[in-house]
């Protein structure tokens, strides 16, 4: 894209790193441990895959597939979020405004429960048409689908804690530490792989399939990690909203329980139909329950997302 630009210099330019500038220097002592971050992710997913490839055929498969629909709405939930907060929160920091920080962060993590905690509950009732739908063809069978809805049953269960982490980490970032959140994230992934190992060989005991075993034990390190991160931010900011934050898990799982009621007599009475219409129909069935329930809940960030919306429709 800067080609053309750079032709109209005319020669009038000399390549470098800015390795003088302080700001430059500032960016690359920043980026070795998040890339380290990044190396520590990889290298926990190796291991859970060397793992899996000594369990029984396909487990490989399913937890690779499982981990990939468990970020689909992470990805649209928590990064989204996560990316469009984090200028706010550097330019708070920047101008030490941590009190407008806190209540930036605070706002973010809630309306990130409030959209990933149904997120998780409806992967996990819809977990078997979803998959069935998406890739049950050829050689992807019945039992193919079994094997990665089994996964994303409690890679799912994780889905929050995700959510709340990438959100955190980006906290952390905008106050140029990246430090923090390589070292808890280091020790969850250590500990996601000694738990791999254990929960593994009990679904193994306990008659499950022990591909399982390793999405728990992710989801459950992944939630260490996100109260380790909030308990340090905490102590940085004095305080985090609890209550308020608190006030919108109780909602939000309340609405999400009415829910998962609404999907599980929907899955009863739609034994026999065509998976694409069970999937789907009930994706728009559990969206609508919610939808309803948490408005008379009383939710403050439902209704303001309601309020927007609708100020937008009548626009």
Request: glycine share 10%.
């Amino acid at each position: 894209m800067q080609i053309p630009a750079l032709l109209r210099q005319n020669g009038a330019y000399t390549p470098t790193l800015g390795l003088e500038e302080q700001q430059v220097r500032e960016v690359a002592r920043l980026m070795g441990p998040r890339l380290l971050g990044v190396a520590v992710v990889e290298l926990n997913f190796w291991v859970n895959t060397r793992l899996a490839s000594l369990q029984p055929e396909g487990s490989v498969a399913s937890i690779a597939i499982a981990f990939a629909l468990m970020l689909m709405p992470q990805a649209a939930i928590a990064q989204a979020i996560a990316i469009a907060a984090m200028p706010t929160f550097s330019a708070q920091v920047a101008l030490n405004k941590l009190d407008e920080m806190r209540v930036s962060l605070a706002a973010s993590l809630r309306g990130a429960l409030l959209l990933s905690i149904p997120a998780s509950i409806g992967l996990m009732v819809l977990r078997v048409p979803i998959v069935a739908l998406l890739y049950q063809r050829g050689e992807f069978n019945a039992r193919s689908t079994q094997m990665v809805a089994w996964a994303l049953l409690w890679y799912a269960a994780g889905l929050v804690s995700h959510a709340m982490v990438e959100i955190l980490t980006r906290a952390f970032y905008a106050q140029h530490d990246t430090k923090t959140p390589l070292l808890v994230g280091a020790g969850a992934m250590g500990l996601n792989i000694l738990l791999s190992v254990l929960f593994s060989a009990a679904f193994y005991r306990l008659g499950l399939m022990p591909h399982g075993g390793l999405a728990l034990a992710n989801s459950l390190a992944t939630g260490l990690e996100m109260i380790g991160l909030a308990v340090l931010m905490r102590r940085r900011l004095g305080r985090l909203e609890g209550k308020r934050i608190l006030q919108v898990v109780v909602q939000a799982g309340g609405a999400s329980l009415a829910m998962a009621g609404a999907l599980w007599s929907w899955l009863s009475l739609a034994g026999g139909m065509q998976v694409w219409v069970v999937g789907a129909s009930g994706v728009i069935l559990g969206g609508i329950v919610f939808a309803i329930t948490i408005w008379l809940l009383g939710a403050e960030e439902a209704r303001g997302i309601g309020g927007a919306l609708l100020k937008r429709f009548r626009r």
